[in-house]
């Protein structure tokens, strides 16, 4: 008989330990007589384990029409590990109609990529003949396997940027904890929606279990599928864009780079995001999908690039409204206050030039917006900035910065899209940097006043800060995605439904604004936008345009800029657009803002000779061309001067590449004239 007595503790430890090996021993038992789970993983020589891809979510516009399509496609898949040396390759090859060098070569990438181990894409969306003919030679090739996938169609061949395109993911990604459940092989969404509603559009995984048979083909089901787990699909994105009014803007804006942009200032939804130049986002599907990102990528009009959220430009008079309402609110003048210009603004000691010279061409503020006058908003900008009540210039800048902001400028506005910037507004350090010692006073920025200067804004922002006026004081976060799954109260979309007031300007103060912008429509420089039986509030831009040429300041075209919103009383529209290079704001910016506007307004045109003329122009400048290349040349001088260890590399590099900036400067100048 056991006696406890003696040493209870070392009784308690060693059937502790026995209790451990009972357990120990019962476990293994299970796992390798009772749980077909880990032999069937183990065993992957009898069973084929099939990872089921669900179909990414649905995207849909406004009105529910489809702005893509799932596609079945597949991909060849390899395992290197698994890959023998007896392998038929040459009838692999002859399949595939590539060399045996080439099979090599492929083969290494993934080795490269991967490692002996692990699965990765050898061919990615092969064709409908070639999965055929692969299905029934499968067994002939150990170590590849086809996998299912879903992909993307776009049957309108629009909204690119902003719908974004499917890759593989990179080992990079693989690092990021917002891709630990994924594995090498997986398609992620790399931009646009597709990026930013990953985990809603992805759906789960599902796994089947198939039994091999004596060719090594996966053929029937393991246990009659009782250990397959379903695949789910990813959620549909209901979108506030108009895939109509998207097409539709993006042929007006062909011919042109630069934006469009609208929205429905009751809610904050996008209903239109054109960057331009567009492109044909089925180009980055299928088997050509590199090839055509690298000729995309190469391109001096930079299709990739989101001229919408990422580009900044100085608004130019599109931001008179903006310097009349802060100029109201902080008491620096009245909707009556108005100033005798002459043909420009002299107070500062150097003339800044004006369009009109006529009296009165400034005698109030809604005067001063309908005839865009320079010298009127330079004076209030000052103004603003110069009041007693502020303690000096410094403070009085602070100020109006504080505004600024709060109108969504200087800073990203939260959009649901990839890479959005935030512009440029100047605060008091800026200033002090820009003049030692901060020696500088208002007549130092007064331009800035007319939307010149140090001030850059995105098209995005310009159209938000439109809905903060149509609005009279406030603002929802411009945003794409109206529902996921159905649901409009989504998580991921509450931040949108908050209501942003972020200024106590009052409803006076903006209806003072609103009138001078609808008079700038009605009697000013915006007559373009008049649309009958419909009351327009709309601003004209022509932006003054400067480019750093290898530290040579060069001035080019005029950028054309408008904004506006509609109807003025209850808008359901605001809409910002930026032409580059393009010259007046209401000879080209203003007819594609007035055409869009008509479009989701009246849901037809009636001005086809005007809707022609924006189809066909073509605004893109040859030294485009020109200055992209220099650019390039910028750039490789850069990395060749990063990469160089010996000061005689650079200096045979520097004379070379100066030799090819001399002469691509001389035919800017040549082609500029």
Known sequence: MINFNNNPRAWIVRLLFAAMAVALIFRLF???????????????????????????????????????????????????????????????????????????????????????????????????????????????????????????????????????????????????????????????????????????????????????????????????????TVASGGKELQL????????????????????????????????????????????????????????????????LFNYATQAF?????????????????????????????????????????????GHGHAANLKVALANSCNAYFCDVFRKIVDMPKFGGVHKGLETWYEYMNHFGFGHPLGVDITSEGGGLIPDSSFYNNMYRGGSWNSCNMAIVGMGQGEVTVSPMQLANSMCMIANKGFFYTPHLVKSIGGDAKHPKLKKYLEKHQTTNISATDYQAVIDGMEMVVTNGTGRVAQLPGIAVSAKTGTVENYALLFGKKTKLDNHSVFVCFAPKDNPRIAIAVVVQNAGYGATWAG??????????????????????????????????????????????????????????????????????????????????K
């Open 240 to 303: 506030y864009i108009d895939a109509e009014l998207q097409a539709y803007g993006e042929k007006l804006m062909s011919g042109k780079i630069g934006s469009a942009v609208a929205i429905d200032p009751q809610t904050g939804g996008i209903l239109a995001m054109v960057s331009a130049p567009s492109f044909d986002p089925n180009l980055l599907t299928g088997e050509d999908k590199g090839r055509h990102f690298a000729d995309l990528n190469k391109m001096a009009t930079k299709p």
């Open 313 to 357: 430009y100085p608004p130019g008079s599109t931001f008179k409204p903006i310097t009349g309402l802060v100029g109201l609110d902080v008491g620096a003048i009245t909707p009556s206050f108005g100033y005798p210009c002459a043909g420009g603004y002299y107070a500062c000691g150097k003339r800044i030039g004006c369009t009109h010279s």
């Open 30 to 228: 299970n796992l390798q007589v009772w749980d077909d789970k880990y032999k069937v993983l183990a065993d992957d020589q009898a069973i084929f384990r099939k990872v089921i891809y669900p179909a990414r979510g649905s995207i849909v516009d406004r009105n529910g029409k489809a702005m893509l399509y799932n596609n079945v496609t597949f991909d060849l898949v390899v395992t290197p590990s698994r890959v023998t040396k007896d392998m038929d390759t040459a009838a692999f090859c002859s399949i595939l109609g590539i060399t045996e060098q080439d099979f090599e070569k492929e083969l290494n990438k993934v080795l490269f990529k991967n490692g002996k181990q692990k699965p990765g894409v050898y061919k990615a969306q092969i064709s409908k003949e070639l999965n055929a003919r692969l299905q029934e030679n499968m067994y002939l090739f150990p170590g590849f396997e086809l996998a299912e996938r879903s992909m993307r169609s776009y049957p309108e061949s629009s909204g690119a940027l902003l719908l974004g395109y499917l890759s593989e993911v990179s080992p990079a990604m693989l690092e990021n904890p917002r891709f630990a459940s994924y594995r090498q092989g997986d398609y992620v969404g790399m931009s646009g929606l597709e990026n930013v509603y990953e985990e809603e559009l992805r759906g789960t995984r599902g796994v089947q279990y198939l039994v091999r048979d004596v060719m090594n083909r996966p053929r029937d089901a393991y246990k009659d599928g009782a250990m397959d």
């Open 591 to 672: 007819p594609v803002a007035s055409l869009m506007m008509e479009k989701y307004l009246t849901d037809s045109v009636k001005r086809k000779p005007l809707e022609e003329k924006m189809f066909h122009a073509n605004l893109v400048k040859k030294y485009t061309y020109t200055i992209d290349s220099l650019q390039r040349i910028k750039d490789k001088l850069r990395w060749e001067m990063k990469m160089a260890d010996k000061e005689g590399q650079i200096a045979m590099t520097k004379r070379g590449d100066t030799l090819l900036v001399n002469t691509m400067l001389e035919k800017f100048y040549h082609l500029k």
